[in-house]
């Protein structure tokens, strides 16, 4: 199959043209991004926010002259919107606005993206990066396979995707069938990264509205088949972009993972904050690594006064999960693509974990109770 570039995608751009104006969306400047690898081409295109609808029919047509390259297996062609100024008309969280589909109290453009056969999805998020969030998506969504739940990853961390590194899925890239990307499967979960769509040595510049674009792609033009709980690794800290997927994604909760220092825990209230402006449940902290156990003598040592999320998560009225110690083979099993839960099933930590899982299935199914009753059945 012939390679594809950039260049041969936006030379095929110029030959559209925005019905109003008759100018093609380069010259318009409307190309926010596009992305090719491996025959996956996805293009963002930054439209007034007022003619998204009007351009469909654009959007359309530009998606099909993309997949008819020559070398293009999938081709997405995304409208995202220009950011607008506070005050004119964003949708903001606290009317309820996660659940704010067309006619909902978040009204406007506020449509909610659901995966369908996702039953239950939950965020793992952080206020800042590096506390180790990737980690506990990996070994909490194994420890959720473990308890025979059915479980897909979704790598929503755009800037740092971690988990084909952290899965052991680096360098593969995933299949189509019938024009639906099929996420890959390893571990007995069905994982999905933008990780997997772009080169490693090129990271995209991600701006806000395609980021969001992209993962919305993601979300819906995955095959994700049948699943109890999706995992979701979002990106760190609470920006626009975690703040659109939270009121964008029907999250049935989130999970903060925070390390122990007071700089985390203050990111962390700010992570729980967002999570409630916007109405999703937080299902509790995570304290990541939260002590020192020395692998020679046992000791432990509480390096970073210990205990602050629990101390956190009772101030602020929300469950402590557990916490996990700062442990060399943690590190090592993440990094090598085996993470510590199936690394060694029976050892301390897949035991944490799978505590964390089963707090988190007891909350999530009382939760999601009443919309697992079985559809009601009228004969007219
Ligand atoms: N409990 C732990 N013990 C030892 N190492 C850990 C632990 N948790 C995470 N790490 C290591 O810390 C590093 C950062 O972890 P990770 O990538 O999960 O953080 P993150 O919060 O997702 O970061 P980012 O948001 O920047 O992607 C990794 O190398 C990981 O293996």
């Known amino acids: 199959m012939a390679t594809v570039t950039r260049d041969d995608i936006i030379a095929t751009l110029r030959d559209l043209a925005d019905p109003k104006t008759g100018r093609d969306p380069v010259s318009l400047g409307w190309v926010q991004g596009v992305a090719v690898q491996d025959g996956h081409a996805t293009v963002a295109l930054e439209v007034p926010p007022d003619l998204g609808p009007e351009l469909e029919p654009l959007r ?92 897909g990853v979704f790598d929503a961390d755009i800037y740092g ?30 994982v999905m990264s933008i990780g997997f769509l772009m080169n490693e040595e090129d990271p995209v510049v991600w701006r806000g509205p395609m980021v969001m674009g992209a993962l919305e792609q993601m979300l819906r033009d995955v095959d994700w088949g049948e699943l109890d709980v999706m995992v979701v690794d979002m990106p760190p800290g609470t920006g626009d972009t975690q703040l659109t997927m939270s009121q964008r994604v029907p999250l049935a909760g989130a999970v903060i993972v925070s390390t122990p220092q007071d700089i985390a825990l203050l990111d962390a209230r700010k992570g729980l904050n967002m999570f409630r402006r916007v109405d999703v449940p937080v299902l ?17 040592e509480e390096v970073f006064a210990h205990g602050g ?21 943690i590190r090592v099993n993440a990094d090598a693509g085996t993470p510590i839960v199936v690394s060694d099933p029976e050892g301390p ?9 089963d707090a988190i299935l007891e909350q999530i199914g009382a939760e999601a109770a009443p919309a697992r009753a079985a559809p009601t059945i009228r004969f007219t």
């Open 284 to 300: 509790g902290i995570v304290e990541n690594m939260s002590y020192y156990v020395c692998p020679n003598c046992g000791h432990r």
């Open 161 to 190: 995707p971690s988990m084909p590194r952290m899965l052991g899925l680096t360098g593969q890239r995933p299949g189509v069938v019938n024009d639906r990307i099929q996420p890959l499967q390893t571990l007995g979960l069905k």
């Open 309 to 329: 999320a629990k101390a956190t998560a009772a101030q602020m009225g929300c469950r402590f999960l557990g916490d996990i110690p700062l442990d060399i083979q």
């Open 60 to 151: 359309r047509e530009a998606e099909a002259r993309v997949h008819a390259l020559d070398g293009v297996a999938t081709a997405t062609v995304v409208l995202t919107a220009a950011r607008q100024e506070a005050g004119q008309g964003r949708p903001r969280g606290d009317s309820g606005g996660r659940r704010g589909g067309p006619g909902g109290p978040g009204g406007g453009r506020a449509q909610t993206i659901a995966p369908p056969g996702v039953r239950h999805i939950v965020a793992v998020a952080s206020g800042k990066g590096g506390v180790g969030k990737s980690t506990t998506a990996a070994n909490l969504a194994l420890a959720l396979a473990a308890r025979g739940q059915r479980v």
């Open 349 to 357: 930590h897949a035991r944490a974990y799978l505590g964390i899982a």
